[in-house]
């Protein structure tokens, strides 16, 4: 009965990051498209690969376990892609809009990293052994993920803090380092 109850779970978790990596699909391209360096460009379009790869992984899951992915709409990666979104109509240019993305894309794959790692643990103690090194590859890969945007967020916020620098001594004190208003969008100091 209790092992019932886990494999319930488990296959509740597995359809939360099923519908995650679904929503995620949908999300990447948009952040390729806003960013400007890149290296980040290729980053996220790079992670739209590995995530449709994410996806099939899942879907052979389901298959052993003779279940459907759908069902359950994960609610925080909505919630995070909510947010991304909001970044994305943030008035931010250049590096200063890119430190923001990896700020989001990060904050997804945190939520990613505890997702995988939990159904890892689950599917080791249900004996899923089959399972096991198909969630391991996807933990590794969002780790390896998480790291290159940790060593982009390295050269780029340096950048942004330039950037932003730059544009309070070229713009004048009204406005502030972090963003530029509207209207002000083409300015630049000459």
């Known amino acids: 009965m209790a092992n019932d109850a886990m494999r319930?779970?488990?296959?509740?978790?597995?359809?939360?990051?099923?519908?995650?990596?679904?929503?995620?699909?949908?999300?990447?391209?948009?952040?390729?498209?806003?960013a400007s360096n890149s290296e980040l460009r290729q980053a996220f379009e790079e992670h739209l690969r590995q995530t449709s790869e994410q996806v099939s992984r899942l879907e052979q899951i389901f298959e052993m376990l003779e279940e459907k992915p759908t069902?359950?709409?994960?609610?925080?990666?909505?919630?995070?892609?909510?947010?991304?979104?909001?970044t994305m109509k943030e008035d931010y240019e250049g590096s200063i809009m890119d430190a923001a993305l990896i700020g989001a894309a990060?904050?997804?794959?945190?939520?990613?990293i505890a997702g995988y790692g939990t159904v890892r643990e689950f599917a080791e103690l249900l004996g899923e052994d089959e399972h096991v090194p198909l969630l391991e590859q996807t933990l590794e890969e969002e780790k390896e993920t998480d790291e290159k945007l940790t060593q982009l967020a390295e050269q780029i916020n340096v950048q942004a803090q330039e950037e932003a620098e730059g544009e309070e001594e070229g713009?004048?004190?009204?406005?502030?380092?972090?963003?530029?208003?509207?209207?002000?969008r083409s300015r630049r100091a000459a």
């Open 71 to 86: 069902g359950k709409k994960c609610l925080g990666m909505e919630g995070l892609v909510k947010e991304g979104a909001e």
């Open 171 to 184: 713009e004048g004190a009204e406005e502030t380092p972090r963003r530029r208003a509207s209207g002000n």
């Open 8 to 34: 319930e779970l488990y296959v509740a978790e597995l359809r939360d990051l099923y519908n995650a990596e679904t929503q995620l699909t949908k999300a990447l391209p948009k952040m390729a498209k806003a």
């Open 106 to 112: 990060q904050r997804v794959e945190h939520y990613e």
